[in-house]
């Protein structure tokens, strides 16, 4: 049973640019939610999606938006990249939506920007 | 914002001696949980521990619950070598829903 994986593992872009994460959940999760972790620091909720609509969404700009597809699987984009974007995106999946339910967590991809 | 502040952000210890840290939060919650991550990878859930508990085991893991104070501590017990992690408390977001805020985390180094 596969768990939660992400992909690319890590990428470089360069300032201005536009970059989009990929994320599959956990079998018979239906609920992804995505996190940012600078360096040092603890990640911090960007969105969660369920049933393909964004619900809570956590204090990012419009920059980043997000799609969940109807096999439950999700992306992250992020456009017009700024240095301070450089970050390992951590993908969660769960199930139940509102439910109280461990996240299991993806390996990240790192992002660098330069 | 960050809700959990984790203490003390640095530990080194001995293989064998318990590990001790402590996480603090601000406002009501549903539940709080602790994750372990490796070398800046993905994280692993340790424990779960509601608000109307006040404390729960899981192997060598005994993690501590005070809502009064809003404050919660994560033992480990005998530690090993493969203990050597990054520890984060984490407490919903929103209450009632599953949005975590992660504390910064304590790096943890274990030395055989």
């Known amino acids: 049973d596969a768990g939660v994986t992400q992909s690319p593992t890590h990428l470089i872009k360069t300032r201005g640019q536009q970059v989009t994460l990929r994320c599959s959940p956990k079998?018979?999760?239906?609920?992804v939610s995505w996190y940012q972790q600078a360096l040092g620091q603890g990640p911090q909720f960007i969105f969660q999606?369920?049933?393909?609509?964004?619900?809570q969404r956590g204090n990012f700009p419009d920059r980043f938006s997000g799609h969940q597809f109807p096999n439950y699987s999700s992306e992250l984009n992020v456009n017009a990249l700024l240095l301070g974007d450089s970050a390992l995106y951590l993908c969660?999946?769960?199930?139940?939506?509102?439910?109280?339910?461990?996240?299991?967590f993806g390996p990240g991809t790192r992002l660098l920007v330069l | 914002s960050q809700q959990g502040e984790e203490d003390p952000q640095a530990l080194s210890i001995q293989e064998g001696e318990n590990a001790t840290m402590n996480c603090s939060y601000k406002t009501s919650i549903n539940n709080l949980q602790w994750y372990r991550q490796n070398s800046g990878r993905g994280l692993v859930h340790l424990i779960l521990?509601?608000?109307?508990?006040r404390e729960k085991h899981s192997g060598r893991l005994r993690v501590t619950l005070d809502t009064s104070k809003k404050s919660s501590s994560l033992l480990i017990t005998a530690s090993r070598a493969a203990d050597t992690a990054s520890y984060f408390c984490a407490t919903d977001l929103f209450y009632g829903n599953n949005r975590l805020a992660f504390g910064k985390g304590n790096q943890v180094v274990v030395i055989p």
């Open positions: 969660a999946s769960s199930s139940g939506g509102e439910a109280e339910e461990t996240q299991y």
């Open positions: 999606y369920y049933e393909e609509e964004e619900r």
């Open positions: 521990i509601r608000s109307n508990e």
């Open positions: 079998s018979g999760h239906d609920t």
